[in-house]
């Protein structure tokens, strides 16, 4: 049955009448009066596509309620923007620098690592910054069950993050934009030509900061000179 039987009670009545008789009709009439059986029968299926066309006119008249919805739906969607997916969380200034030793950084300390993956590397015995720089790519991703290629970023990452001119954004864009791995790469490149594929790499989406972030070539030239100084 259609949806607009259920929501017409004359043509539930009529079903409700016109199936047992039916029944009745060839049940118990024919075999006592064929004729009759064919009578009763035709009053039955008469009842059943009256029940018929009620339904069908009811759905006719539905159709006209949604008309004016989507009017209204459309009037509501200039004054609620959705916010850029890149900028799905606000940057904060006073973010505090992981000058720490790395032994106290935690394994969240690595962008793109969170609670979730954080758990399973932390029972896997990788639980700080310390242990990822020496962990296996392939045992990170069979923890975490993710990617090789995605593992090996996320160790390249744990190479930067601890620097103090260098934030958990900073990492990932070195990393994602540049595709350096150590420090090496850092303190002989150019701070132009960094700033340059940052810049590409965030306009192409492949590199995601939160909203407010910035970069600048004063930055990361500070980045360069504190890798110089560690190799």
Known sequence: MSPGILSDKRAVVAFIIAIPLAIIAFVFVRPI????????????????????????????????????????????????????????????????????????LPIESIEGIGPVYGKKLRNAGIPTVAEMLA?????????????VEQAERWIAMSRFSWLDTISEEDAEAIVFATGMEDLKSLS?????????????????????????????????????????SLV
């Not at 008249?61 to 989507?70: A, G, R, T």
């Not at 392939?138 to 990617?147: K, S, T």
């Not at 590409?200 to 989406?205: D, H, R, S, Y």
């Open 33 to 104: 009066d064929y004729n009759l059986s064919l009578i009763v029968f035709g009053g039955a299926l008469a009842l059943f596509l009256f029940g018929c066309l009620l339904d069908t006119a009811d759905e006719f008249e539905k159709p006209e309620k949604p008309k004016s919805e989507p009017k209204e739906e459309k009037k509501s969607k200039p004054s609620e923007p959705e916010p850029p997916k890149e900028h799905a969380e606000m940057h904060v200034p006073a973010v505090e620098k992981p000058a720490a030793p790395l032994t106290d």
């Open 135 to 147: 962990a296996d790519p392939e045992n990170v991703a069979a923890v975490c069950d993710v990617n």
């Open 188 to 228: 002989e490149a150019s701070a132009d030509e960094l700033y340059q594929k940052i810049t590409k790499a965030l306009a192409e989406g492949d590199v995601r900061v939160p909203a407010g972030y910035t970069f600048s070539k004063e930055q990361i030239q500070k980045w360069i000179d504190e890798a110089k």
